[in-house]
């Protein structure tokens, strides 16, 4: 069973920083597709940043781009999201997510989903 786990999560000013983790079990990395999306209540889920392991792509959503960067710790299998200068449009519930394939898109239908970890920026 593929299993993932976010952490990292909190509350942080707005220009502040914030890493996010996403621990998986359950199956190789080795041709996985991984996902990081963002939830607000009663809103679609938001792609945030997608890396396939077979070969290092990575993609950016438009409002994260130069601020987010999405790594890789095979070894631990673990994600990392590392946001920078965050801000208040960045408030939401942080998923991390798997598919057991390369992915061409990043869009919130991969197959596998952890719990999610909530991030709320003040100002």
């Known amino acids: 069973e593929v299993q993932l786990v976010e952490s990292g999560g909190g509350l942080v000013q707005a220009g502040g920083s914030l890493t996010l983790s996403c621990t998986a079990s359950?199956?190789?990395?080795?041709?996985?597709?991984i996902g990081w999306f963002r939830e607000v209540s009663g809103k679609e889920r938001e792609a945030v940043s997608c890396?396939?392991?077979?070969?290092?792509?990575?993609w950016y959503g438009n409002s994260v781009k130069g601020r987010f960067t999405i790594s890789t710790d095979n070894t631990k299998k673990m994600v990392y999201l590392q946001m920078n200068n965050l801000k208040a449009e960045d408030t939401a519930l942080y998923y991390c997510?798997?598919?057991?394939?390369?992915?061409?898109?990043?869009?919130?239908?991969?197959?596998?989903w952890g719990q999610g970890t909530r991030v709320t920026v003040s100002s």
């Open positions: 997510a798997a598919e057991d394939y390369p992915r061409s898109t990043c869009y919130p239908d991969f197959g596998s």
């Open positions: 359950g199956f190789s990395f080795d041709d996985y597709g």
């Open positions: 890396i396939n392991f077979s070969d290092g792509s990575t």
